[in-house]
Each structure stands twice: as C-alpha cells, then as structure tokens.
C-alpha cells in the first residue's frame, strides 16, 4: 500500500521466543508477506532473558519488539482457576503449557489491536497441539485477525533454518541442539522427543532439570504446610500472606530438591497422536493433591464426586484449545461456588520422590471425631443403624423376593 508516496506494510505481530525458529521467521515473513514484523516477547515464568530477546528481534529486522512480564497474570487468571478445578489432562498433566498459551494469544491480540496489525504469526509446528491453541484462543478473540503459521508453511531442516539465517543476515547463536523438545514456565516442564519416542526407554538423567534424581535426594524428610483461602494456597508454614507466585516458585524449589513431581506418560494430542510425554510439575502435584485433599473434608459427598467429572471436562477443554470457551466460564462459576468454604490448612511429607499427605484441618470442616471414634467420647447413635439398613436394602429385598417366586 502507497500513501503520500510511501510504502506502508500492513503489520504482523509475531510470538517472539528468541529461539533459531522464531528469529528466521521474522525475516521470512518479511520476504514471502512483505510485512513490517512486530516481535511481542512474554514471560510467563520461563527462563532467559526479554531484554535480549527484544534486542535481537530488533537487530534481525522487527520494527517493533514488546517485552511482557505476564507471569503474576498467569498465575493468577490461568493457574488459579485450574487449580480450584484440579485439572489434570488425563489424570497426569498439569496443563502447564495449555493454560500459558490463552494468556500470550489475548496478549497477541491486544498489540495486534493497538498497533492496527492485521495479522498473527506463531512458531508453532503442525503436528502439536499448541497450533490449535494458538489459533483457536485468537480467533476467539480477534475473529477478524489473519494467522500465520510459518513452520506449517516452510519445508526446512534445522541445518536448512541455520543456513537460511547466514544467507539472509539472521543474527543468532547456534548453540549445541538440545536432543529434547522443551517448554517451561512457573506450573511446569515438558520434555519429549530424542530417545523418549520409544516409550519403553527410561528416561535419561539430562531429561530432567527441574527435580533431582529421587536416589539422590535428602536422607530427611521435609514437611511443609500450605495454607489455602477460597481453594487457592495463601501461604506455607505460618506464612498466610504469600503471593501465589512466591508460593508456586518455593513449592517447585522443596519439591525438586526432594525429586518430585516428575511425570512420565502416553498423552492423546489433540490432532489424533499419541505421544510420549515427559513432565516436571513439583508445585502444581503438591498443590492440586493438597487442595483435592481438603476438598474431601469440606464439601459433601455429593458435590465432591459430582465435582469430579467437571474436572476432567474442565481439563479436557483446557488441553483442547478452548479456554475462551462459554462451557468454560460456565464450569469456572459452578466450581468457583465449591470454593467457596475450602479454607484451610494442609501438611505434607516430602521423601524420595514423594510427597504424601499426612494431616489437615479446616475451620468448616465436617469430619466430626465425635462421629468418627471408635473411643469413648463416641455420640453417634447405634441404635440408628438397624432402620436405616432396612430401609436401605428394602429395594433389594423386594426385587429378591419378586424374582424368587417366578
């Protein structure tokens, strides 16, 4: 487009890790769109470093790069409600990587709105699920936005990228090629591809980085108590004015150093695969056992086990791609409700790889000892028992009697 004799771009707003993929991709967006690239850069609990990130965005060729600290936000709106929810994909995964892409894809949106961009670019490849999510999440919240996914475009090897970067003035630092696929943020690791593709291969050592090897761990067993408001951790150990945040960082650093939190399982991807996945979530497996297990002293029978299948299609719908999902408000306000007497503390046994819960106790607790006990002090009322069983089993009774005739 020409206006006033100058050639104006129209504007992609590119997710900017920094990485060999991403860099390249600022250039060949250039070449092949012929569009002014704007690189956005958001932590979320990861490590590196946005400052650099945004320099080298820069240097390659962006007219525009935006650095984002997001990771309190991400806690806070993404981690919170899916730990109220114990959300766990298929029992396992934490939905670390899951829940982080909803918060850059609205942040995505949010430059591309302010700086009139008429498209949004990912690195993501065609066979995973973050493709989904990415696209999904800013369609549904930019419907009128264009995607652009240059690893689903582009035929290159990782020895064809680097070549591709010398040859058009990419600076980057080729460094050894990790034998991994790796994501991190605050809620967890994930780890695949190399050796663990052969699902019968124990993991090598230098899969994990975030928990030591649970042989190697302390001699001595640690014991932290985390103290929850509403369904959400508030503190540990005495603490009750802990931001999530500091809390999530401390359990992962505890937990680690006593080698837990390590997952190993087969996940269904959402574009049909089944892949083999590695994890390391020591904060989010601390927290979600912990919350589940002062649910069980809190909420009644019936809400607790009709909670649980909302769980997995709350997981479900997390993994998937649809958290901007009317069903997933709906579920968030139906489990914000159970949340709201789950007020308590929780203390928990680190060990070799373990951490077990071994006490809690809530100030709307209904586990009544009186009740409970076997010891004097008992006050439930034996006699009871005798009606109630004839009531009970009379649906059986009657059936048994009305089979045995005929």
């Keep these: 487009m020409v206006v006033s004799g100058k050639v104006v771009r129209d504007k992609v707003v590119l997710a900017y890790s920094g990485g060999l993929d991403t860099s390249v991709a600022i250039r060949w967006l250039q070449q092949n769109y012929d569009l002014d690239v704007i690189a956005v850069s958001i932590n979320v609990g990861q490590p590196g470093n946005l400052q650099e990130a945004v320099d080298r965005a820069l240097k390659i060729g962006a007219v525009q790069a935006y650095a984002f600290n997001a990771t309190d936000e991400f806690v806070n709106d993404y981690i919170g409600p899916s730990l109220k929810a114990n959300a766990l994909y298929m029992g396992s995964y934490p939905l670390a ?3 982080a892409r909803p918060l850059i894809s609205k942040i995505m949106v949010d430059i591309a709105k302010k700086e009139g961009a008429k498209f949004i670019a990912h690195g993501c490849t065609a066979k995973g699920n973050d493709q989904v999510r990415f696209d999904v999440s800013i369609a549904a919240l930019a419907p009128d936005i264009k995607i652009i996914a240059p690893m689903r475009e ?4 990782r020895e064809e990228e680097i070549e591709y970067a010398r040859q058009n003035d990419v600076p980057i630092t080729v460094k050894k090629e990790c034998p991994y696929s790796i994501d991190e943020n605050i809620w967890g690791r994930s780890c695949e591809c ?3 593709e052969d699902a019968m291969v124990e993991p090598p050592r230098d899969a994990f980085e975030w928990t030591v090897d649970p042989s190697e761990a302390p001699d001595e067993p640690q014991y932290v108590e985390i103290h929850f408001k509403k369904g959400l951790p508030i503190g540990l150990d005495g603490h009750k004015d802990m ?3 500091k809390i999530i960082e401390s359990l992962n650093e505890i ?7 390590r997952i190993d399982h087969i996940e269904d991807r959402l574009v049909g695969i089944k892949s083999r996945e590695i994890y390391e979530s020591p904060a989010a497996l601390i927290l979600i056992n912990a919350h589940k297990d002062l649910e069980k002293m809190v909420l009644t029978k019936d809400v607790f086990n009709f909670k649980r299948p909302v769980e997995q299609r709350y997981s479900e719908l997390c993994y998937d791609g649809l958290w901007f999902s009317p069903l997933r408000e709906a579920l968030d306000a139906f489990i914000d409700q159970t949340q709201e007497f789950i007020d308590g503390t929780v203390r928990m046994k680190l060990y070799k790889g373990n951490a077990t819960i071994v006490g809690r106790s809530s100030p709307h607790s209904l586990y009544d000892t009186g009740l409970a006990t076997y010891a004097q002090g008992d006050h439930f009322d034996h006699h009871s028992a005798e009606g109630f ?4 089993g009379l649906p059986l009774r009657s059936v048994a009697k009305v089979q045995k005739k005929q």
């Design 97 to 99: 990587t899951a829940i």
């Design 154 to 157: 582009w035929v290159m090897t």
């Design 194 to 196: 190399g050796v663990l």
């Design 243 to 245: 931001p999530m945040t």
């Design 255 to 261: 937990g680690g150093r006593h080698g837990y939190g």
């Design 389 to 392: 069983i004839y009531v009970w």
